[in-house]
Antibody, heavy 119, light 110 residues
Framework: EVQLVQSGAEVKKPGESLKISCKGSGYSFTSYWIGWVRQMPGKGLEWMGIIYPGDSDTRYSPSFQGQVTISVDKSISTAYLQWSSLQASDTAMYYC????????????WGQGTLVTVSS | QSALTQPASVSGSPGQSITISCTGTSSDVGGYNYVSWYQKHPGRAPKLMIYDVSDRPSGVSNRFSGSKSGNTASLTISGLQAEDEADYYCNSYTSSGTPVFGGGTKLTVL
């Protein structure tokens, strides 16, 4: 089965670091762009950035440049989204998504990882 | 890059048709035929409804259709049904090589 499986919900304190994951299976992981999408409570979808696992070409949306790090480990078909110092405003649902037609459309989504940052 | 502009909400009665607009610039919507639309129900991952402006993935009802004119794309849902009530997001490829979403539109079926 072609799927993206994300790591479980996290509860963290402000200032802590975090790395969440997205494991692809059932397809050639290195041949499709992977993106990360944020949805803050009651708000819309926002692209954070995208990465091509084949060569690790990474592109960040301007609002997220310098705020998060996107990476991949091809050997285990897993993409990551990482923060070095979380803030309360990072509380959100995070989805990973696989691009088709390059990154022109998303036909495959992870189930989402809820990150809660609270003191 | 700024989010694409969508109306915050639209509504319609069962059986009616509605249209959701998505306005961008020549660097995104107007510059590429890579507009896609997603349906999102609370607690669920988004679902692709339209891609490449007007193509429908297998399994999506033909009540959903898309179009584009200049810098504005549109999603039309005909024969509204209760299960169509959801949030809808447009998405476009951009000249920076990354995609951008619209702000989202809440569809209410009256």
């Amino acid at each position: 089965e072609v799927q993206l499986v994300q790591s479980g919900a996290e509860v963290k304190k402000p200032g802590e670091s975090l790395k969440i994951s997205c494991k692809g299976s059932g397809y050639s992981f290195t041949s499709y762009w992977i993106g990360w999408v944020r949805q803050m409570p009651g708000k819309g979808l926002e692209w954070m950035g995208i990465i091509y696992p084949g060569d690790s070409d990474t592109r960040y949306s301007p609002s997220f440049q310098g705020q998060v790090t996107i990476s991949v480990d091809k050997s285990i078909s897993t993409a990551y989204l990482q923060w070095s110092s979380l803030q309360a405003s990072d509380t959100a649902m995070y989805y990973c998504a696989r691009g088709s037609g390059g990154i022109t459309r998303i036909e495959l989504w992870g189930q989402g990882t809820l990150v809660t940052v609270s003191s | 890059q700024s989010a694409l502009t969508q109306p915050a909400s639209v509504s319609g009665s069962p059986g009616q048709s509605i249209t959701i607009s998505c306005t961008g610039t020549s660097s995104d919507v107007g510059g590429y035929n890579y507009v896609s639309w997603y349906q999102k129900h609370p607690g669920r991952a988004p679902k692709l409804m339209i891609y490449d402006v007007s193509d429908r993935p297998s399994g999506v009802s033909n009540r959903f259709s898309g179009s584009k004119s200049g810098n504005t794309a549109s999603l039309t849902i005909s024969g509204l049904q209760a299960e169509d009530e959801a949030d809808y997001y447009c998405n476009s490829y951009t000249s920076s090589g990354t995609p951008v979403f619209g702000g989202g539109t809440k569809l209410t079926v009256l």
